[in-house]
């Protein structure tokens, strides 16, 4: 995540360009989004995503409950580690004064408005400037925050909050630390003050660049402890929202302790944690780590730990965080898969943890990212619905496990099946009847739902 530091663009004297004042919209020109259905050219309304219409007996926002990515929105800036900033905000004035803050959150409620959604994600960092001290740099944020909880009004929360634990060098050996307590702490209690459902750790540094120079066993330990801290407080300041890490593999660390959703689960499982945290799911992260990011959200979803999207997509051939908007509609239908058999996610929804591409610089792309967004996902939910409905793919999983409802299968699934009782079964059937996976069959029927 970069800060915005790109040249002023508000004219010195222009109108708009005051203190914390922005005369208009923000987004003059853009419409409310509204759905017009999959016939319509209208690059500036939802084809799919029809916030109403009821799936398998959800409303669509339900599956979903959307939600935008204040850094990504409004704090990138297109600077990548080779390039300068490339997207200049007309709102933007090239600073991080508080008076900006202010600004950029005003922008902020007009898009979320603008796109109709009822969730945004945040973290401290990213909505109010550093001080000098960490009292200035908190009563920064307090400015802030009352700012963002006149604007939300009553409809508009956070999904969740976090606190930007990676960025300052004060990080740059882990960040599970006293000064990572105190901000974990304000951000918190700022999350549940602006009604946010959901509160996320992503430990960027908390991870190994070399072993040779670690301790991992002291530093799992103390991030476990950082993490127990959270636990306490969340329950003394009566926050009844989920905690939730997010598993990452690595980037910017090389090797990050919550590696993927099995790694963190055990982590949770060793330090009795596992009740009080479920885990955050990103798309992109899954496919660092080797992983499809349905095997991902299958893996959380078995463990009882499914509780939020980072929706987003990687590149196949590039091999760091892209953090694209996901637009591949297969890749969607196995998400939403697992999604339906989870129930859905509430408390948890889907964040765009998604930028804009380098090269995109209009303002109205900030809209068509977040609709294709949606629509993709809209799409996947229609098609998971469709195969669901049709329920030959069910089927056909059922057959392939059909020799487990037998007396022998069912002594095994019961635990009733010791080695000399299967080793007398195997002799009494003789050689097994091996049967066809059916592979190509099940490829045959998702593709037909696309
Ligand atoms: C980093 C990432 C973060 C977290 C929040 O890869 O995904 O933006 O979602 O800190
Ligand atoms: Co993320």
Same mark, same amino acid.
């Given at each position: 995540?970069?800060?915005?530091?790109?040249?002023?663009?508000?004219?010195?004297?222009?109108?708009?360009?005051?203190?914390?004042?922005?005369? $208009?919209?923000?987004?003059?020109?853009?419409?409310?989004?509204?759905?017009?259905?999959?016939?319509?050219?209208?690059?500036?309304?939802?084809?799919?995503?029809?916030?109403?219409?009821?799936?398998?007996?959800?409303?669509?926002?339900?599956? !979903? @409950?959307?939600?935008?990515?204040?850094?990504?929105?409004?704090?990138?800036?297109?600077?990548?580690?080779? $390039?300068?900033?490339?997207?200049?905000?007309?709102?933007?004035?090239?600073?991080?004064? &508080?008076?900006?803050?202010?600004? @950029?959150?005003?922008?902020? !409620?007009?898009?979320?408005?603008? =796109?109709?959604?009822?969730?945004?994600?945040?973290?401290? @960092?990213?909505?109010?400037?550093?001080?000098?001290? &960490?009292?200035?740099?908190?009563?920064?944020?307090?400015?802030?925050?009352?700012?963002?909880?006149?604007?939300?009004?009553?409809?508009?929360?956070?999904?969740?909050?976090?606190?930007?634990?990676?960025?300052?060098?004060?990080?740059?050996?882990? +960040?599970?630390?006293?000064?990572?307590?105190?901000?974990?702490?304000?951000?918190?209690?700022? *999350?549940?003050? #602006?009604?946010?459902?959901?509160?996320?750790?992503?430990? $960027?540094?908390?991870?190994?660049?070399?072993?040779?120079?670690?301790?991992?066993?002291?530093?799992?330990?103390?991030?476990?402890?950082? &993490?127990?801290?959270?636990?306490?407080?969340?329950?003394?300041?009566?926050?009844?929202?989920?905690?939730?890490?997010?598993?990452?593999?690595?980037?910017?660390?090389?090797?990050?302790?919550?590696?993927?959703?099995? *790694?963190?689960?055990?982590?949770?499982?060793?330090?009795?944690?596992?009740?009080?945290?479920?885990?955050?799911?990103?798309?992109?992260? /899954?496919?660092? %780590?080797?992983?499809?990011?349905?095997?991902?959200?299958?893996?959380? @979803?078995?463990? $009882?730990?499914?509780?939020?999207?980072? /929706?987003?997509?990687?590149?196949?051939?590039?091999?760091?965080?892209?953090?694209?908007?996901?637009?591949?509609? /297969?890749?969607?239908?196995?998400?939403?898969?697992?999604?339906?058999?989870?129930?859905?996610? /509430?408390?948890?929804?889907?964040?765009?943890?998604?930028?804009?591409?380098?090269? %995109?610089?209009?303002?109205?792309?900030?809209?068509?990212?977040?609709?294709?967004?949606?629509?993709?996902?809209?799409?996947?939910?229609?098609? +998971?619905?469709? =195969?669901?409905?049709?329920?030959?793919?069910?089927? #056909?999983?059922?057959?392939?496990?059909?020799?487990?409802?037998?007396?022998?299968?069912?002594?095994?699934?019961?635990?009733?099946?010791?080695?000399?009782?299967?080793?007398?079964?195997?002799?009494?059937?003789?050689?097994?009847?091996? &049967?066809?996976?059916?592979?190509?069959?099940?490829?045959?029927?998702?593709? %037909?739902?696309?």
């Amino acid at each position: 995540m970069k800060l915005a530091v790109g040249p002023p663009t508000c004219p010195a004297e222009g109108v708009g360009c005051g203190e914390d004042e922005w005369e $208009g919209e923000f987004f003059p020109g853009i419409p409310k989004i509204k759905y017009e259905g999959p016939n319509s050219k209208n690059h500036l309304a939802f084809k799919y995503y029809n916030a109403e219409e009821m799936i398998l007996g959800k409303k669509m926002k339900d599956w !979903f @409950r959307f939600s935008v990515a204040f850094w990504h929105t409004f704090r990138g800036t297109g600077a990548d580690p080779f $390039g300068a900033p490339t997207k200049y905000w007309p709102w933007e004035d090239g600073t991080n004064s &508080l008076a900006m803050a202010k600004r @950029r959150m005003r922008a902020n !409620f007009e898009f979320i408005d603008k =796109l109709g959604v009822d969730f945004w994600c945040f973290h401290d @960092r990213d909505i109010a400037p550093d001080g000098k001290t &960490l009292e200035e740099t908190n009563k920064n944020l307090d400015e802030v925050v009352a700012l963002a909880k006149e604007l939300q009004g009553s409809k508009i929360h956070p999904l969740w909050g976090t606190s930007q634990l990676f960025h300052h060098p004060r990080y740059m050996h882990g +960040a599970a630390t006293r000064y990572a307590t105190i901000c974990s702490y304000i951000t918190l209690s700022v *999350t549940h003050y #602006l009604g946010g459902e959901n509160y996320v750790f992503w430990g $960027g540094r908390e991870g190994y660049q070399t072993l040779l120079n670690t301790d991992m066993e002291k530093e799992l330990d103390h991030m476990a402890r950082f &993490l127990q801290a959270a636990v306490d407080f969340k329950k003394k300041i009566g926050f009844n929202g989920t905690l939730l890490i997010e598993p990452k593999p690595q980037e910017p660390t090389k090797h990050q302790y919550d590696w993927d959703a099995a *790694t963190a689960a055990n982590f949770l499982r060793k330090y009795g944690l596992i009740d009080e945290f479920k885990l955050n799911i990103e798309c992109n992260h /899954a496919t660092l %780590s080797g992983h499809s990011c349905h095997h991902e959200l299958e893996t959380a @979803r078995i463990n $009882g730990l499914l509780g939020n999207i980072d /929706a987003n997509t990687g590149d196949p051939q590039t091999g760091w965080d892209t953090d694209q908007f996901m637009t591949d509609v /297969a890749e969607a239908t196995m998400v939403m898969l697992s999604v339906i058999k989870n129930g859905g996610l /509430a408390p948890g929804g889907f964040n765009f943890d998604a930028k804009l591409r380098r090269e %995109s610089t209009d303002v109205e792309d900030l809209f068509i990212a977040h609709i294709g967004g949606m629509d993709t996902m809209a799409r996947g939910l229609r098609n +998971a619905a469709k =195969l669901i409905e049709d329920g030959s793919l069910a089927e #056909l999983v059922k057959k392939r496990y059909q020799s487990f409802d037998s007396e022998v299968g069912t002594a095994i699934e019961a635990g009733k099946a010791d080695f000399e009782y299967l080793e007398k079964k195997a002799i009494e059937w003789g050689e097994p009847k091996v &049967l066809s996976g059916k592979q190509e069959l099940a490829e045959m029927i998702f593709q %037909s739902a696309l």
